[in-house]
């Protein structure tokens, strides 16, 4: 089972390179849509994701506009502090999409209502913050796609 995991303007270059190096290690692509808030050539990319960077399966694109286009029939999960079912409630499927907003304000307003049916939360349960690490988050849900996967076994 691989997943794609799909970041919406990525902003912290550590992140990214974490988020490269956990694609690596689970056999995901990574899909990164434009703008970033840093240059791919960042060391701070390339430190987070050490020597691996060379070898994580990656795909750019200019826009959100350009990505779904490419990809506007494919099975996906959307991933917002907004959303109404938990994580561990996906249908995951092999080869399915994971999208993640950017650090600072998640995902954009209009694919969160457009895609309401297919958006999911990491619960909280501290009043104190907001969202938890971009790299944390994208971690445990790849994860649990995986220990779901292998549970069906």
């Known amino acids: ?12 270059p550590n992140n990214t390179g974490n988020i490269g190096r956990l694609s690596l290690a689970t056999g995901s692509t990574l899909h990164l849509v434009k703008p970033f808030g840093f240059e791919l050539n960042d060391t701070r990319v390339k430190r987070a994701g050490l020597d691996y960077w060379q070898h ?7 826009s959100t506009e350009a990505f779904f286009s490419v990809h506007k029939n494919k099975s996906m999960a959307f991933f917002s502090s907004h959303g109404t079912r938990d994580y561990w409630d996906i249908p995951f499927k092999d080869e399915m999409f994971l999208i993640f907003g950017k650090e600072s304000v998640g995902l954009p307003k209009d694919l969160i209502s457009k895609h309401e049916t ?3 939360k990491i619960p909280i349960h501290s009043p104190h913050i907001r969202s938890i ?3 944390n988050a994208v971690g445990v849900v790849v994860y649990e796609g995986l220990r779901q996967a292998a549970m069906k076994c």
């Open 56 to 62: 994580v399966e990656l795909k750019i694109y200019e």
């Open 133 to 135: 690490n971009l790299a």
């Open 118 to 120: 297919d958006l999911y």
């Open 1 to 12: 089972m691989s997943y794609n995991i799909v970041l919406i303007e990525p902003e912290i």
